[in-house]
């Protein structure tokens, strides 16, 4: 603009720094705004508007509340703008009371709350599970008059239906409809994708079969669809979603290939590949093109069933003809080819990833390490670990679960324990998998004391024990347990059932007589583990 002899105003500043906030920009924004007073340009309440929604976009509440007391030391009276977005933002935060506060402050100040303002709130509250309060704003806006639009009516209609609350959504239908407020397409979209996630697939049919019947009703789009198809499937009845699919392709030639996505992976879940194969070339002979989705659903499916060959070739087809294979794909192949031992291929891939086709993440690497180990290959292993880190991607749970359990089997409880060291450091919660597989290493290193000193730090974290845990302390406790008294080794556990699996000490004593009869049980002291 400068280079055109045209001086930039405030309006377009604001342009641009919204622009800026819309591409992640802060610092650039922050720029702009610098550059504008030192051209003696100050910021005005259209300005400061932008500022506030901008930081409140991100996250950072805080920043905007600060340019909300800037104003106000300025002598700029905030608008019904500034406070929506500041109170959108504060919803999304789960500040509540500082909503509030807010609120009552624009009262004061006169500025009547918009419907604008009511259906941010609204949503904002619905996010932080307080339906209850949602539904009371939502009363209170109409006892002040504000009429809803459609926009508050989808609002509260979604947030209801994700708190478990079909009745009271088909409640705010039945208002929508006598206050002359004809539901769209997102009104009905929203309430099946609802239906279908809390189980009531039959109720969702029903509302779908009403909308193909009745002209009334507004016309399913490819969302409407591919919601119908994913919950049938979801309830198993693929058929039925099948026979949905094919009479909307015929009443309308399809422009979404995601409902074939779903039912192509349901099919090969159940483990019916012809009807997936078959799917398959329906829907490139309708003309729909495959997207990244539908390669992955197809690839991994087939390699659950076992056809990695024919995965293969749907994955090579993939990078010549449709979208690029991701690290998601990449992993899929990698794993099934590991699993069937063509750790070779497995590598190849790999290698192909890092020479550049895709960045392999963590879960990449985790496979083809793991893979690594259990074909003997320890050093290669160790390698491949300090590569990841090279490149900036952290070990994850997974990682070190894996290392831990592998290094366990192979018996170098030194390289385990250095992980499980490394996973506390990490702040990563252990599971039941990790305490298990250092169990049966210091069974089989013969580490009487090591056991004990776990069992002990386990009961002191809460560990709740499951039946398979709870069998490899009874064998570990039978190596341990000649010439002691087993009831002092065994500490106290959470009495958190997991499963029903929670047994009493004596119950536990119990079952080690009966393996070792020389063992005799001289408390009766009870502990959960």
């Known amino acids: 603009m400068e280079c055109a002899n045209i001086t930039p105003n405030l309006i377009a500043y604001s342009v641009l720094i919204d622009a800026h906030f819309t591409e992640d920009q802060v610092d650039k924004a922050m720029g702009l705004l610098d550059e504008m007073k030192t051209k ?6 259209f300005l400061y508007n932008t500022l506030i929604n901008g930081f409140c976009s991100k996250g950072d509440v805080d920043r905007s509340k600060d340019f909300l007391n800037e104003m106000l030391g300025k002598g700029i009276s905030p608008d019904i703008v500034t406070y929506s977005c500041l109170m959108r933002g504060l919803c999304k935060k789960g500040d509540l009371k500082e909503v509030k506060r807010l609120f009552n402050d624009m009262i004061k100040e006169g500025i009547r709350p918009d419907v604008v303002t009511f259906t941010g709130m609204i949503g904002g509250i619905f996010q932080f599970g307080k339906a209850e309060k949602a539904v009371e704003l939502f009363s ?8 809803p639009t459609k926009i508050t009516y989808n609002v509260l209609i979604d947030g209801l239906c994700k708190a478990g609350l079909s009745d009271d ?5 039945e208002i929508m409809v006598k206050k002359d407020k004809k539901p769209d397409i997102v009104t009905y979209n929203t309430l099946l994708r609802g239906l279908f996630d809390l189980g009531k697939a039959d109720i969702a ?34 058929e039925k979603a099948e026979k949905i699919n094919r009479e909307m392709s015929k009443q309308k030639k399809p422009t979404d290939v995601a409902p074939y996505t779903v039912l192509i992976g349901a099919y090969l ?25 539908s390669y992955s659903a197809f690839i991994d499916g087939l390699c659950r069933c076992g056809l990695i060959n024919a995965a293969k070739g749907v994955f090579t087809k993939m990078r010549k003809c449709g ?38 993440d963590v879960a990449s690497y985790n496979i083809i390490i793991e893979s690594t180990i259990k074909a003997g290959d320890i050093q290669s292993a160790i390698e491949l670990l300090a590569d990841m880190q090279s490149r900036g991607l952290h070990p994850d749970p997974w990682t070190f679960s894996m290392l831990i359990n592998r290094f366990s089997k192979l018996g170098l409880m030194d390289e385990a324990k250095s992980f499980f060291k490394k996973m506390k450091e990490f702040g990563f919660p252990m599971d039941i998998f990790v305490y ?6 210091f069974r089989a290193d013969g580490k009487s004391e090591e056991i004990i000193d776990l069992l002990h730090e386990m009961a002191a974290s809460g ?6 845990i709870t069998s490899t302390i009874l064998t570990c406790l039978c190596d341990v347990s000649e010439g002691r008294d087993v009831v002092k080794l065994i500490p106290k556990f959470t009495q958190e059932k997991l499963e029903g699996s929670s047994i009493p000490c004596d119950e536990l004593l119990r079952r080690l007589e009966n393996i070792v009869p020389t063992l005799r049980t001289s408390s009766p002291q009870s502990v959960q583990v």
């Open 140 to 147: 209170f806006m109409l006892k002040k008059g504000e009429e």
């Open 463 to 468: 560990v709740v024990l499951d039946s398979e």
């Open 323 to 360: 979208p690029s294979p991701t690290s998601y794909d990449y992993s899929i192949l990698m794993a099934a080819l590991c699993k069937e031992s063509s750790l070779e291929q497995a590598r190849a891939l790999f290698t192909d990833m890092l020479e550049g086709a895709c960045a392999p």
């Open 205 to 238: 049919v029903k509302l779908f079969d009403s909308m193909m019947s009745n002209k009334k009703h507004v016309e399913p789009d490819s969302y409407t669809v591919s919601t119908v198809v994913q919950g049938m499937c979801s309830e198993g009845l693929l």
């Open 40 to 45: 003696g340009l100050e910021p005005d309440v």
């Open 169 to 173: 959504a088909f409640t705010i239908l």
């Open 269 to 293: 879940k159940a483990g019916n590949v012809t009807k997936a194969m078959n799917l398959w070339r329906e829907f490139i002979d309708l003309g729909l093109v495959p997207d990244s989705r």
């Open 436 to 441: 298990d597989s250092l169990l049966k290493g």
